[in-house]
């Protein structure tokens, strides 16, 4: 099975900072790579599918990249909403293995 | 407007059986794959089952093969699990979420989950 691996575990950040996350997949996933927000209480959310394609409705402060086995969350400028847990997930294989998370806390 | 509406969690004894449902609307049920994700508490997302849209392609996580059994009704656009023998590790918050295409996809939409607690 593809395992996924996050780096930061944790992010202390200020409003206005760029923030970027870094995901890794133990083989190559081409792009099929998606990242979800979740916040306390409350379901995931989808932000990015397909390593960069910004989901309908999701601010473009966020933007994803990469291919293969190495892959990028960024997010320009913090904002107060974005505070939150963010994991990727791999849609290559029929396992969709998630990573561990990264939780952006404030600074 | 998509909504995913899980329902039959509870509290069960160890080794005992339990099946969950997803009760989907605002959108052609049939079109897409949906999956089951679940969230220990205080723990990451980790992916259960899913299964396609004419359940031709169904998978599990090696953590629950062989007691877990996914299923769907297309005309009730509906989603089941049915968990068995189940283990103080398998409490969770279950999610229902579709798929974004008919089989390998990222997950659109989510529910709210259905907790189960295993526990005597």
């Known amino acids: 099975d593809i395992q996924m691996t996050q780096s930061p575990s944790t992010l202390s950040a200020s409003v206005g900072d760029r923030v970027t996350i870094t995901c890794r997949a133990s083989?190559?996933?081409?792009?099929?790579l998606a990242w979800y927000q979740q916040k306390p209480g409350k379901a995931p959310k989808l932000l990015i599918y397909?390593?960069?394609s910004l989901e309908s409705g999701v601010p473009s402060r966020f933007s994803g990249s990469g291919s293969g086995t190495e892959f990028t969350l960024t997010i320009s400028s913090l904002q107060p909403d974005d505070f939150a847990t963010y994991y990727c997930q791999q849609y290559d294989s029929y396992s969709f293995t998630f990573g561990p998370g990264t939780k952006v806390d404030i600074k | 407007e998509v909504q995913l509406v899980e329902s039959g969690g509870g509290l069960v004894q160890p080794g005992r059986s339990l099946r969950v449902s997803c009760v989907a609307s605002g959108f052609t049920f049939d079109d897409y794959a949906m999956h089951w994700v679940r969230q220990a508490p205080g723990k990451g997302l980790e992916w259960v089952s899913g299964i396609s849209w004419n359940s031709g392609n169904i998978g599990y996580a090696d953590s629950v093969k062989g007691r877990f059994t996914i299923s769907r009704d297309n005309a009730k656009n509906s989603l089941y699990l049915q968990m068995n023998s189940l283990r103080a590790e398998d409490t969770a918050l279950y999610y229902c979420?579709?798929?974004?295409?008919?089989?390998?996809?990222?997950?659109?939409?989510w529910g709210q989950g259905t907790l189960v607690t295993v526990s005597s």
């Open positions: 397909k390593a960069s």
């Open positions: 979420a579709k798929g974004a295409q008919l089989v390998l996809s990222h997950f659109d939409y």
């Open positions: 083989q190559s996933i081409s792009s099929w």
